[in-house]
């Protein structure tokens, strides 16, 4: 029995042929598949970290602006064109403190301490 299937016929060898050339091209084809993907994403990705970096530029910018606007010196130019004037002399007024007495007498049975 075993002499039967000791060497393959040439049918059995072409088949195994075809199917392993098939095998060899699906595996081919998957891995360009795989290998435009990833560089398809790679390139995604980069151009993410071009637009992060880019956002971050402007974010610095506007907190640069932010930064000028708010200066003492432009401040005090804005508040002058709006005709308020800086006072000569600053006066603060405290509260006077109230204060209560509190009774320290202890009544025990009718006796005062």
């Known amino acids: 029995m075993l002499r039967q ?14 199917t392993s050339g098939i ?5 081919m084809i998957g891995w360009l ?5 990833t560089a398809l994403l790679n390139r995604k990705l980069l151009l993410y970290d071009e637009r992060q970096e880019q956002i971050g530029q402007e974010t610095m910018a ?5 930064g000028e606007v708010t200066s003492l010196q432009e401040m005090d ?4 064109e709006a005709g308020y004037a800086q006072p ?7 509260p006077k403190l109230v204060t209560s007495a509190v ?4 009544q025990i ?3 005062t301490q």
């Open 88 to 94: 000569q002399a600053i006066e603060f007024m405290v």
């Open 5 to 18: 299937f000791r060497y393959p016929t040439n049918r059995q060898a072409l088949m195994m042929t075809i």
């Open 62 to 66: 506007i907190w640069t602006q932010i």
């Open 77 to 80: 130019k804005r508040i002058r």
């Open 109 to 111: 049975e009718g006796r």
């Open 23 to 27: 095998v060899l091209i699906a595996m």
């Open 103 to 106: 009774s320290s007498t202890l």
């Open 33 to 37: 598949s795989v290998s435009t993907n």
